[in-house]
T-cell receptor, first 112, second 108 residues
Framework: DTGVSQNPRHKITKRGQNVTFRCDPI?????LYWYRQTLGQGPEFLTY????????KSRLLSDRFSAERPKGSFSTLEIQRTEQGDSAMYLC??????????FGQGTRLTVV | GEDVEQSLFLSVREGDSSVINCTYT??????LYWYKQEPGAGLQLLTY?????DMKQDQRLTVLLNKKDKHLSLRIADTQTGDSAIYFC????????FGKGTRLHILP
């Protein structure tokens, strides 16, 4: 296992299009987190899963955003009707229970 | 809500010690973290400390925790050019909250 894997690494999309990102956590980790990071800021919490259950969602996660982790392994984050303000780095992390969280390299989204 | 504050910039001469400070509001967290982010790279977990500890040392890194003042610090001994990065303080068990990051600049 080489760590948390995110795909794609980069995504350029036109405003109004839908995008989906994938995260594959470290295999024995039951928790999976999504964060968003904009330039000059720290990562902002979006949501997290314990196994397949989504336990918390940030107010930052508008109804255009949805995340799933159907089998408790990989997760997807979908953004519908993208806006320019959605341009950011989307980071995924995983952990075993509430032990230390390891991050993937992120997916950089650019909405044009 | 929970908040994590840290200074935005720190300049240190190569070979000196760097001390990055952080204050936080959530006193219930079991884990407190330091992450490193180099340009264009992801977040690398540097070290963490349990809330029932005062200090943790790991090679050149020393983490100090003052629970009463809700203050966390990271000391990097013998700072090298490769230490140039943004350092994030983060606190939390379920929902990990990050500071805005401290950009460490190394002077020759």
């Amino acid at each position: 296992d080489t760590g948390v894997s995110q795909n794609p690494r980069h995504k350029i999309t036109k405003r109004g299009q839908n995008v989906t990102f994938r995260c594959d956590p470290i295999s024995e980790h039951n928790r999976l987190y999504w964060y968003r990071q904009t330039l000059g800021q720290g990562p902002e919490f979006l949501t997290y899963f314990q196994n397949e259950a989504q336990l918390e969602k940030s107010r930052l996660l508008s109804d255009r955003f949805s995340a799933e982790r159907p089998k408790g392994s990989f997760s997807t984050l979908e953004i519908q009707r993208t806006e320019q303000g959605d341009s950011a780095m989307y980071l995924c992390a995983s952990s075993f229970q509430n032990t230390e969280a390891f991050f993937g390299q992120g997916t950089r989204l650019t909405v044009v | 809500g929970e908040d994590v504050e840290q200074s935005l910039f720190l300049s240190v001469r190569e070979g000196d010690s760097s001390v990055i400070n952080c204050t936080y509001t959530d006193s219930s967290s079991t884990y407190l973290y330091w992450y490193k982010q180099e340009p264009g790279a992801g977040l690398q977990l540097l070290t963490y400390i349990f809330s029932n500890m005062d200090m943790k040392q790991d090679q050149r890194l020393t983490v100090l925790l003052n629970k009463k003042d809700k203050h966390l610090s990271l000391r990097i001994a013998d700072t090298q050019t490769g230490d140039s990065a943004i350092y994030f303080c983060a606190v939390g068990d379920d929902k990990i909250i990050f500071g805005k990051g401290t950009r460490l600049h190394i002077l020759p």
